[in-house]
């Protein structure tokens, strides 16, 4: 899913995500991966440690996307209906904030 999104600034994941191929696609285009390296790593990689700290606001608004049935069980299975839901979703979750 990641592909269907245009290019952000930041990818901000969690360690189950440190490997070097999703690396190299987020660097090819033009997204600063914040991974941090996992413990038994050989090479460590630098990582933004503030940005890495500021990912459970994105955690929270996922944990609130999933009180929404249809988007915790990916009810709908065309891409962009499946993103105007989240978006529905988020945008009502945000209002009654």
């Not at 991966?33 to 990912?55: C, D, G, L």
């Not at 999933?66 to 945008?91: G, M, P, Q």
């Amino acid at each position: 899913m990641i592909d269907a999104l245009p290019p952000s600034a930041e990818l901000v994941a969690d360690k189950a995500y440190d490997s070097l191929p999703l690396r190299t696609w987020l660097v090819a285009r033009g997204t600063t991966p914040v991974i941090p390296p996992r413990k038994n790593s050989r090479k460590p990689w630098p990582y933004n440690k503030t940005a890495y700290r500021q990912r459970n606001v994105i955690e929270r608004m996922f944990c609130r996307l999933k009180d929404w049935r249809r988007i915790a069980t990916r009810f709908d299975r065309n891409l962009h209906t499946f993103f105007s839901a989240v978006a529905l979703a988020a945008t009502v979750t945000w209002w009654l904030n």
